[in-house]
């Protein structure tokens, strides 16, 4: 009678690899992850720019928000990261320029984590933003994948 290892190993050869799992996401769920993950950064830079007043506020009341403003007033710092974040954000959305997006709101957010999230007296906020760097780190290291202005833009200039 044949283990069940044995077993295992016969039907997953007789498969082929046809019945692999596929070594990366598919293509159109990074491209609804990399839009779904944008509209976050849209909302929040979009706020940042017409709701500055309270931005300010927010900041200024925070814990930790005198380690931000050491380095420049609150008012500039909140238009910076608005006018950052909406960038990053369309650059996430279309897939363009992907890894820089990423990056460029991996600098954003982390900063915002630490003076904004951190010594509030919930944890969710700051895991929130943990996880949202998660899936930032993904498009930074992955890039955008075929559905994307990146991928379109390389395919132009491959072609004769």
Known sequence: MPSLAMTSANNSSARGPSAQAPAGPRPGAAA????????IFLVAGTGHLLNTGHIVERLLGAKYGFLATAVAPARPLVLLA????????LGLLFGYRTRWAAVLLILVVIPITITIQI???????????????????FFATHGAGPYSLDAFLLGCQKSP
């Open 119 to 137: 010594g509030r007296p919930t944890l969710g906020p700051l895991f929130k933003n943990v996880a949202i760097v998660g899936g930032l780190l």
């Open 32 to 39: 609804l992850f990399r839009g779904m993950l944008s509209l």
């Open 82 to 89: 608005g006018a950052a974040l909406l960038i990053g954000g």
